[in-house]
Structure formats: C-alpha cells, structure tokens
C-alpha cells in the first residue's frame, strides 16, 4: 500500500476512481487509465490526491488519463495501488 486516501473528501474521490476507471495499462514510463465518458479528470483528481511520488504528471481527458512515471521500474508498484483501490 503505497498510500491510502485519509480524509472523508478523499474517500469519495477513491469511490468515483473505483467506478469510473475501465482499464489501466501503461508502456515504459507512461499509465493509461481508461474511463467512463466524461470521467477522466475525476480519475485524475484522485490520484492527484494520493501524492505519490513516483508520478511526474498527469493529462485527462474525457475518458483517459495519461500518467507520466518518474522511471518504469515504478509503474508495477502504482498499477497494483490503482488495482488495489478498484477490487
């Protein structure tokens, strides 16, 4: 558990990340999260909310978001903490 969302705002956004993100994969350094229509930037608020580390920046868009990783030996490690978070 790289981080936990500590506070009641937090444990909404953790619930609008469950529901809404439809895949997660990544290449090299970069995440690609996958979403319901409309629901990218949500996704991303929320792990703006987790503060880890290893995440340089994020894009959204309507139903993506796009993770840049700060070295691709950190990717597995994020993945599982955004698969931890949706099961």
Same mark, same amino acid.
């Given at each position: 558990?790289?981080?936990?969302?500590?506070?009641?705002?937090?444990?909404?956004?953790?619930?609008?990340?469950?529901?809404?993100?439809?895949?997660?994969?990544?290449?090299? $350094?970069?995440?690609? /999260?996958?979403?319901? @229509?409309?629901?990218?930037?949500?996704?991303?608020? %929320?792990?703006? !909310?987790?503060?880890?580390?290893?995440?340089?920046?994020?894009?959204?868009?309507? $139903?993506?978001?796009? /993770?840049?990783?700060? @070295?691709?030996?950190?990717?597995?490690?994020?993945? %599982?903490?955004? !698969?931890?978070?949706?099961?």
């Amino acid at each position: 558990d790289l981080h936990s969302f500590p506070t009641r705002r937090s444990s909404d956004l953790q619930l609008v990340f469950r529901e809404t993100v439809q895949s997660i994969n990544s290449s090299g $350094n970069i995440i690609v /999260l996958k979403t319901l @229509s409309g629901c990218g930037n949500a996704a991303g608020e %929320a792990i703006d !909310n987790l503060n880890l580390k290893n995440i340089i920046g994020s894009l959204a868009g309507d $139903n993506t978001l796009f /993770l840049v990783i700060d @070295s691709p030996e950190n990717v597995p490690s994020l993945i %599982a903490e955004f !698969n931890r978070i949706i099961h």
